[in-house]
């Protein structure tokens, strides 16, 4: 089992739709956690960390299952703007590292 | 404020020949990381290092050599060019909480 799993996709939403991807990790005493935004041909960038309480970034929503090993992150009315790729990225507690997931490809359709 | 540099952004490589890919931070960060990018395979860590004069292995590290003698520069060296390692390499450093930033990546395709 990989440390970090996302569904790859691609999703492919219609503008102003809700949109929630999962990330699951195998290490339950991972500690930190992020979402990372890559649009083509670019690097990723930090979009929000993940923190125990859930939280929130305007239109952007994540949250942190511990019991499930799982961050979600949730976009609402979602922008053509948001077409990227969304990489999650766990530190397994102990490690030096970051692992972080496959990602998975969005598009917004007009 | 430049961040994190990359260079070069392009390059093409025969297989068996050998090349530093560079990276500089003026972020005064400790932690530093190199990352290749590969279709469907997410971001793979080669080698990172928590300071000047430390360096360790990541996920991937054969083919790859680094040295850490300044805060700011992370080299990546590659001893012996092969076609698997045509990809995208990602330079990056660690901020207070644990969060990354990436350098504009170079793109190796080795022939």
């Known amino acids: 089992r990989k440390e970090v799993e996302q569904d790859p996709g691609p999703f492919n939403v219609p503008e102003g739709a809700t949109v929630a991807f999962n990330c699951t990790y195998s290490n339950s005493a991972s500690q930190s956690f992020f979402w990372y935004r890559q649009d083509c041909r670019k690097e990723p960038k930090l979009l929000m960390s993940?923190?125990?309480s859930g939280n929130e970034d305007g239109r952007f929503t994540a949250q942190l299952n511990r019991a499930s090993q799982y961050i979600s992150l949730l976009i609402r009315d979602s922008k053509l703007s948001d077409s990227a790729t969304y990489l999650c990225a766990v530190t397994p507690r102990g490690a030096q590292k970051l692992v972080f997931g496959q990602g998975t490809r969005l598009t917004i359709n007009p | 404020n430049a961040g994190v540099t990359q260079t070069p952004k392009f390059q093409v490589l025969k297989t068996g020949q050998s090349m530093t890919l560079q990276c500089a931070q003026d972020m005064n960060h400790e932690y530093m990381s190199w990352y290749r990018q590969d279709p469907g395979m997410g971001l793979r860590l080669i080698h990172y290092s928590v300071g000047a004069g430390i360096t360790d292995q990541g996920e991937v590290p054969n083919g790859y050599n680094v040295s850490r003698s300044t805060t700011e520069d992370f080299p990546l060296r590659l001893l012996s060019a092969a076609p698997s390692q045509t990809s995208v390499y990602f330079c990056?450093?660690?901020?207070?909480?644990?969060?990354?930033?990436f350098g504009p990546g170079t793109r190796l395709t080795v022939t």
């Open positions: 993940v923190y125990s």
């Open positions: 990056a450093t660690e901020g207070a909480f644990y969060e990354q930033y």
